[in-house]
């Protein structure tokens, strides 16, 4: 397996900006496992599914990944994904998607075959906890609920940060958590450019072993 800097953290915690930042200044690719579930959830949109079909529908999908000078892209059955991550039913179903275990592992699979040939720096909610528990750089950002609805609706983003913590957290497969061994950083009162230069001194002080992509 390749480095993998796991960067964890409830919605709107700034850890997507943060491990671009990250990644950009490492040379590492930089990948949001929250995508993969995006993609899933804009295909059950897709295809009218409801809840009860979800666990044989996974089975029946194909989900590419695609790695190149622009980074990572998602092609679900054939069809690329990006245009549909952010829109609201997709955004809607993601954490109902991702509660179901067949998802979980169909999803996983995935983020630790990329490990096996990029340096990755990997944002989640449970990248440190179960998708790369045994990676020594861990990091789990967080901010206060009124920090993060702000940020939210800053970004013109209307879903409940209130709702998505509850869903993450309660669900019985692999709950947002802090990871062990992780370095816990609040960004409440701290920019994009101050949370990825703590990040950054810290691995300077405990650097990833060479490994280019």
């Known amino acids: 397996m390749k480095n993998v800097i796991a960067i964890d953290g409830p919605a709107a915690s700034g850890k997507s900006t943060v491990s ?12 949001s496992s929250g995508h993969f579930y995006r993609a899933l959830a804009w295909g059950t949109v897709r295809d009218h599914l409801s809840n009860e079909g979800i666990a044989e529908w996974i089975g029946k999908r194909s989900l590419d990944v695609n790695v190149s000078t622009g980074g990572l892209l998602l092609l679900l059955d054939g069809e690329d994904v990006t245009p ?88 019985a497969t692999a709950p947002l958590t802090i990871p062990r061994g992780a370095i816990v950083i609040d960004t409440t009162h701290l920019d994009i450019p101050q949370v990825i230069t703590a990040i950054l ?8 072993a060479a490994s280019p992509q």
């Open 201 to 208: 001194d810290h691995l300077a002080k405990n650097p990833p």
């Open 84 to 171: 549909h991550l952010s829109e609201p039913d997709v955004a809607a179903k993601v954490s109902v998607i991702a509660a179901f275990p067949a998802v979980r592992d169909y999803v996983n699979s995935r983020l630790r075959s990329l490990a096996e040939s990029h340096s990755l720096v990997m944002e989640g909610r449970d990248v440190g906890s179960v998708v790369f528990p045994e990676t020594p750089f861990k990091f789990y950002l967080d901010a206060s609920p009124e920090e993060r609805a702000r940020r939210r609706a800053g970004e013109g983003k209307i879903d409940s940060v209130a709702e998505r913590d509850r869903l993450d957290s309660t669900r």
């Open 20 to 31: 671009r930042g990250i990644a950009s200044a490492l040379g590492y690719l930089f990948v």
